[in-house]
């Protein structure tokens, strides 16, 4: 085995191993691609790159597979060893697209939390605004 394939390996089973401790699971990348294969469209929709980072973690899971379980030259290259690296960089960040697609999420409920809010506080303003003015001409 080459020294690029022992040291893919070594990243991958750190990021697998932050994937499970970051996001509860048992399969680290695997099942965070699945995840991001069922959340797909609205993924895609909302979060810039979403696309091309699944498309490279299953590209990066093929590779790793291929290193494991096949004899001969893998045919990986330094650049499959930097996205790699990229990959875990982001999940610490909390820049991956799941934690990115969590967040549009977050600010939208908040938005909309705000939104309702606001308008219960147009309506209780209006409110006493009435109470007064019917006081005010003595109607009770």
Known sequence: MRTIEIEFLETYKETDSLCNEVFHCERGISD???????LYNEGNAHVEGWKEELSTLKRLRRLRNKIVH???????????L???KAFKRKLKNET?????????RGN???KRTWIVTFRYLIL?????????ICHQNGLF
């Open 124 to 132: 209780i303003i209006i409110i006493l605004i009435i109470l007064f």
């Open 32 to 38: 965070y691609i699945g995840k991001m294969s069922d």
């Open 82 to 84: 930097q996205d790699l």
């Open 108 to 110: 939208r409920v908040a």
């Open 70 to 80: 096949e004899s001969g030259k893998s045919e990986c290259q330094r650049k499959d």
């Open 96 to 104: 991956d697209s799941l934690s990115k697609l969590d967040k549009y």
